[in-house]
């Protein structure tokens, strides 16, 4: 490592900004980690851990081989990923899920993080611009940059960001749940890497019961916004029920309340709708009700819940509740590498840019961080292939996209490029992973340089 090596600086230490340190770092590149956190808290975090997890759980599908998800989740392992490693560490049951234990997840990244040799954690807000002597700076701050910092974007690019509401679930206490009137199970008896076949309880609802349930919801005490936010749309992958329910009744049956894959025990027939539930915890003893974001009101919500078949009595550990998020229109203002067009030593990374999930969000990290190292230490470093996760993300965010109706995004493979020769259609998923990966191995290869 040269003496006169450039610092990089960091700013979040969330999922994205805790990924690009790690990433940075173990390339040889001496990191300044900056979370505001505990200093100025956010309207959604509840601790001062890094990496904390404000919304589920799941890191969603595990399977490399059917699922965009799941591919990007083994390209993340491929690159050394500390998110991946540290959510393998912390695994629930989740059927064909990865879901952590956020807790033991959150402290095991902060842990590895502060005890790194080449990384400075230091608390505190950014208020506006980075200083004009931070020469290389990744920008991670998320969906809740703080007003000063985000302002100062604003200013600089002159480009309005764009912004939506993101939703949180609840989290139920299990011994709670009715499992006279519950079940475990997962949809098809799918196990999973880390499953039982069993591992979701499933709270069933009739025709009745879920017609009720629906007209509770499109009644209730919902938050009210202010004036600014009243026009800022939700993102589709993370919408409140009510919201749902309020495009038709039969919505939620063909959503998050699908009951096909299921068969209630105690009456050996599938329920006409089924709440589940995930386990949230290693000790097994928190479950969120997936899909149940919500805007709802906290007396509403706790009303409405308990009519839930199993549901009854129970006990919430937090209800479910509603944040402002924001990011660029990154097509317009990134280059191919994360910078910011306006001021190149400025990267970003994270949901600030657009991509929308949590592994999504890291490997965006990943990727900021390996441009970031590579120039710090004068070396090359070429985009991953479009044919891969990492660069289907890349290319969306900073290009792929049209820039006057951009929104955020999952990785699916949507953003792949076609496969070269005709594939039937149960096949085209294995075989895009399959290259995908052939891909990814490859540009490791050419492009990484693990620090001795």
Known sequence: MRMNQKTLHIIGGGLAGSEAAWQAAEMGVNVILHEMRPTVQTPAHKTDGLA????????????????????????????????????????????GALAVDRDIFSQNVTKVLHDHPRITLERGEIAGLPPEDWESVIIATGPLTSPALAGAIKELTGEDALAFFDAIAPIVYKDSIDMDKAWYQSRYDKEGPRGTGKDYINCPLDKAQYEAFIDALLTSDKTEFKDWEKDTPYFEGCMPIEVMASRGIETLRFGPMKPVGLTNPHTEERPYAVVQLRQDNALG???????????????????????????????????????????LNSPRLLDSTLRLKAMPRLRFAGQITGCEGYVESAAVGIMAARFAAAEILGQDMAAPPPTTALGAILGHITGGANAETFQPMNVNFGLFPPLDQKTKKKERKPAMSRRALQDIDIWLTQTYKHAA
């Open 52 to 95: 904390e997890l404000v919304c589920s759980n799941s890191f969603r599908s595990d399977d490399a081989e059917n699922n965009a998800v799941g591919l990007l989740h083994e390209e993340m392992r491929r690159c050394g990923s500390l998110i991946m490693s540290e959510g393998d560490t912390a695994a629930v049951p989740a059927g």
């Open 285 to 327: 003893t928190l479950y969120n009700m997936v899909g149940f974001q919500t805007k709802m009101k906290y007396g509403a919500q706790s009303d409405i819940f308990k009519t839930i078949p199993g549901l009854e009595n129970a006990t919430f550990a937090r209800l479910g509740g509603l944040h402002r998020n924001t990011f």
